[in-house]
């Protein structure tokens, strides 16, 4: 009767129930590792049938009545025979409670320490504070105002055109904010 077996996660196989002994007693696998006969539908450890002495024939009795046998088809295990769950293939089983617990912290944490450490780096590096400066310039020193006040390093922030006067007497001007860092 041969066996297949199961090592390092991959089927071996086939080998007698002596080679099986053989490589139990140099310690290649072990009595607890898994094995299937030609056509059962289970594996079982290797215990089950080297520990007994047991001979093939009470193998083969032992394997119909513990599971359905079928006529082998070919020297392979049957396709519908459990294999061991390794990480790679197993199912996602949700998030642990423990897992839970984490991401619920570890947000909480996040909620109060992130405003903490940003008032903290506000105070080493606080933000850029402005000054602001209104001027109201005649159309003729347009020019001369703007290079003037952009040499200071003043920028525009928004201008208007605005007249002064009477109807018979109108002049025009520009109305305009202008902006520049603070300086500590």
């Known amino acids: 009767m041969n066996f297949y077996y199961i090592k390092n996660g991959d089927i071996h196989g086939p080998k007698s129930l002596d080679e099986l002994r053989e490589l139990c007693r140099r310690g290649e696998i072990l009595k607890e590792t898994q094995v299937c006969t030609e056509g059962a539908e289970a594996w079982q450890p290797l215990s089950t049938f080297i520990d007994s002495g047991a001979s093939p024939s009470e193998v083969r009795e032992r394997q119909s009545l513990q599971s359905p046998v079928t006529k082998p088809t070919s020297a392979t295990p049957p396709k519908s025979?459990?294999?061991?769950?390794?990480?790679?293939?197993?199912?996602?089983?949700?998030?642990?409670?423990?897992?839970?617990?984490?991401?619920i912290v570890i947000l909480v944490l996040g909620f109060f320490v992130f405003p903490f450490f940003r008032s903290v780096f506000n105070l080493v590096m606080p933000a850029q504070q402005w000054e602001y400066r209104i001027v109201a310039v005649p159309d003729?020193?347009?020019?001369?105002?703007?290079k003037e006040l952009g040499t200071q390093g003043w920028e525009l922030v928004i201008a208007r055109r605005a007249s002064e006067g009477s109807t018979y007497t109108?002049?025009?001007?520009?109305?305009?904010?202008f902006k520049r860092p603070k300086r500590l």
């Open 140 to 146: 003729s020193l347009f020019d001369y105002k703007m």
């Open 170 to 177: 109108t002049t025009f001007s520009y109305e305009m904010v």
């Open 81 to 103: 025979s459990p294999s061991p769950v390794t990480s790679a293939s197993a199912p996602f089983r949700g998030v642990t409670s423990g897992q839970a617990t984490a991401i």
